[in-house]
């Protein structure tokens, strides 16, 4: 009985997807649940080894840097030697740097390791989402797109709890175990994954034209996710300051964060048919506002009851936001460019990180800039979202 309504529900989730899909989010989950250096490498620098905050801070500046060439790098690699190739070589190469900073000592070498794994921690990423868009129709994309991000949500309280659990005990039996989740993702790739996945196709005269013209809505795109990853990286940065002036605790903003991670777990998969029949740039753009006007609202919330509807709303946003703009990635790409264009798309998730904590700059200048500021990036993407529509449209039309 237990067996029949797993296979339903399997079913029901992943029913229409190419043979493959499975392993390659299963991987996905298996990994992210196994990331435990990066949450927790501000207190490794400074508690394990008494690093000073500068030190730190400068060291995890690099991790950032690394992240967002990461994801390029990535992307270049996917065009040119495969999809499975690239993965394989990212995540091996992960584990390789997540042993070599668990080896080094010393503020300089400490930092080079931490740099490289930045620099090849996403690797395979641009790689994955091309597979995914090589293999799984235009109209399921979507789908597929969001039910990995519901892997990363169901993982991420696993990773939370174990990296908390691990670095008490042992930090060379967390960077072990991190290593190891890679390694294991790598080996679902290389043996699991079928081939029809590692394809990478040939660019023509014609295609190279369409790519020439697609670049005007590919640079729209790469501001459009600028502006809505922006407002959405405040929950790790305005959102929980705000909460503590407002009175309430580091535990209320888990539970918050918590509710998050549930609600877009179990809805990003429940909803995923429906996002198939939804216009992907006005569903995008819907959203995106979603995320502003919800975080707007948390911004004004000063109780945990109020705080936990407002996260429903931007919740909400994510889990189309997450779902959609990879897909219209998809859309936008040549077959033979897939791997750039998602490598740009994930840089511009990590600039918006990189710049995401000057949110916390305006709240302390005026609490209430950045809460407007949310709500007119939220506002201002749908109508953005709109005129790339008509981009698009133009460009096929050609």
């Keep these: 009985m237990a067996g029949s309504w797993a296979a339903r529900l399997w079913s029901s989730r992943f029913g229409g997807l190419p043979r493959g899909f499975g392993v390659l989010w299963a991987g996905m989950l298996i990994n992210r649940a196994g990331t435990f250096v990066a949450p927790f490498l501000a207190i490794y620098l400074t508690g394990h080894h008494g690093l000073s905050s500068s030190t730190a801070t400068a060291i995890c500046v690099g991790y950032g840097v690394g992240v967002m060439l990461s994801s ?25 740097c997540q042993l070599l900073l668990s080896l080094a000592r010393g503020s300089v070498l400490i930092g080079v390791a931490v740099f490289l794994l930045g620099l090849v921690g996403e690797i395979f990423r641009p790689a994955a989402q091309a597979a995914v868009a090589d293999v799984v129709p235009e109209k399921d994309q979507a789908r597929a797109f969001g039910l990995l991000h519901s892997a990363l949500n169901l993982a991420g309280p696993v990773a939370a709890l174990g990296a908390g659990w691990f670095a008490t005990r042992s930090w060379t039996l967390l960077f072990v175990l991190d290593a190891a989740t890679s390694l294991v993702f790598a080996t679902l790739v290389w043996t699991k994954l079928p081939r029809s996945f590692a394809r990478v196709a040939q660019a023509d005269s014609q295609s190279s034209a369409v790519d020439r013209r697609w670049n005007g809505a590919l640079v729209g795109v790469c501001l459009l996710t600028l502006a809505v990853y922006f407002t959405f990286f405040q929950t790790s940065y305005a959102v929980p300051v705000n909460m503590l002036d407002s009175g309430l605790t580091a535990r209320d903003y888990g539970a918050m964060m918590a509710v998050n991670g549930v609600f877009v777990a179990v809805v990003q998969p429940a909803v995923g048919p429906w996002l198939t029949s939804v216009p992907k740039w006005h569903g995008l753009g819907a959203g995106a506002l979603c995320i502003g006007a919800g975080l707007w609202a948390t911004g004004w919330a000063d109780t945990l009851p109020l705080l936990m509807a407002t996260v429903v709303v931007w919740s909400f946003g994510e889990v189309m936001v997450t779902a959609l703009l990879p897909s219209l990635v998809a859309d936008l790409a ?13 840089a511009c998730i990590g600039a918006a990180g990189v710049v995401a904590p000057v949110g916390v700059t305006l709240y302390h200048t005026d609490p209430s800039l950045v809460w407007w500021l949310c709500l007119a990036l939220g506002a201002a993407a749908w109508p953005g979202a709109v005129a790339l ?10």
Excluded: C, K, N, W
């Design 72 to 96: 390029p790098l990535g992307g270049l690699l996917a065009d040119r030697i495969g999809r499975h190739q690239t993965m394989v070589v990212g995540l091996v190469a992960a584990a390789a």
């Design 334 to 346: 040549p077959p033979e460019s897939r791997g750039g264009y998602m490598g740009a798309f994930g």
């Design 389 to 398: 529509a008509r981009i698009t449209r133009h460009v096929h039309d050609q």
